[in-house]
């Protein structure tokens, strides 16, 4: 059996693992650069842990919390300007997938003079500053992988910046951070984190010990999803092992990556503003029955893992977590048309057409 597997984070996980375990970023350097949206970290606690950490540490700090969600090509620019201003040895990610993606961005503009395709072809570069990842929500997985999704307004979509320098060199798993987390960012979130897992599970470069891993991501989101869409509300137990599932599925993606259902995602972000883990789950159901049609062992084994014996339950389950969006038809002929040219569409199997596009975001979108 042949693969290759390479996951270089460094994964604590536990109540007040940050503070505990801070003499990890003492190789970093001696002064961060820390990144957040604008002041959920402040009012989670996270940016005081990560501040006391540091200092504890003798590392000083500067505080960015200006990311934007779907952070663009031209913020994390600006973002890198400060970090080089500031004199930053490491950056540090509070939050969602926007800051750590973000950060990832700008870990590599602060340390090298590249052009925007050199950042978004290029593999290998001179110079990377470390990262810290403290995830806030339970669904990107960003802490674990090497891809940074940016918004390219030159393009109209999402593109993907993709190195193995940036995986973060430290991971701080708190359940704590997101017991606070409304509702539709619960939910949109957790379906992200489904998303990765079930794609990844699926996908062409699915690899045995990855796929392990997705089935018992799955397994842990299964019971969680219905009991979220019935109650609106999770114990913190349950919230910290979402977190975990979240970061299982990270995992995964960073070895198999992701497929069509990711692809089609963006634009829905892009044009209609559908967050990202909504719009990835509210398409799930469709592209279940699409790859279902050449691999229904498979579709079975990841649907089995969540505790469905149909696509019809997983469907309801996913429409009382998520709710109903609406596209146009030329919306969906648009939005296919962009997605059939995107990477991970050769990740899909059994191979999509735009025909297959439209007709999955017309049957999932269009009434």
């Known amino acids: 059996m042949k693969f290759s597997y390479y996951m270089p984070t460094r994964i604590v996980s536990g109540t007040d693992c940050v503070a505990e375990n801070a003499g990890l970023m003492a190789p970093l350097g001696k002064k961060a650069f820390i990144m957040t949206g604008k002041s959920s970290a402040e009012k989670i606690g996270a940016l005081s842990d990560i501040t006391g950490a540091l200092e504890s540490q003798g590392i000083s700090w500067v505080y960015h919390n200006k990311v934007k969600p779907n952070p663009s090509l031209e913020e994390v620019r600006e973002s890198a300007a400060e970090a080089v201003e500031a004199g ?8 969602g ?8 961005a700008v870990a590599v503009l602060a340390a090298e003079d590249v052009t925007d395709d050199q950042l978004l072809s290029q593999r290998t570069f001179n110079k990377v500053l470390p990262i810290v990842a403290i995830p806030t929500t339970a669904g990107t997985g960003s802490e674990v992988t090497p891809y940074s999704i940016l918004t390219n307004n030159k ?5 993907n910046l993709n190195s193995g320098q940036l995986f973060p060199q430290i991971a701080y798993l708190d359940g704590k951070y997101t017991k606070d987390l409304p509702y539709h960012i619960t939910a949109a979130t957790a379906a992200d984190a489904l998303s ?8 062409v470069r699915a690899i045995p010990l990855g796929q392990s891993l997705a089935l018992e991501s799955l397994s842990i989101m299964g019971p969680i ?11 913190i137990e349950e919230r910290g092992a979402l977190l975990y599932a979240s970061t299982l599925a ?4 960073a070895q198999s990556g992701t497929t069509a259902v990711h692809a089609m995602g963006y634009s829905l972000t892009y044009f209609k503003d559908i967050d990202h883990g909504k719009a990835n789950g509210m398409l799930m159901s469709e592209y279940f029955r699409f790859v279902g049609k050449e691999r229904p062992d498979e579709v079975a084994k990841v649907l089995s893992a969540l505790g469905f014996d149909s696509v019809d339950a997983f469907e309801k389950v996913m429409e009382d977590l998520l709710g109903k969006e609406k596209l146009s038809s030329e919306e969906a002929s648009k939005f296919a048309s962009i997605a059939i040219k995107a990477g991970n569409i050769a990740n899909t199997t059994p191979a999509p057409s735009e025909e297959d596009l439209n007709y999955i975001l017309s049957t999932c979108f269009v009434e």
């Open 250 to 253: 990270g995992i995964v993606i």
């Open 225 to 235: 999803l219905p009991k979220l869409a019935k109650e609106k509300t999770l114990t």
């Open 196 to 203: 990765h897992s079930a794609e990844a599970y699926l996908a």
């Open 97 to 104: 997938g926007s800051p750590m993606d973000a950060a990832k």
């Open 88 to 95: 930053a040895d490491f950056i540090v990610a509070i939050g």
């Open 155 to 159: 393009l109209q979509t999402k593109s």
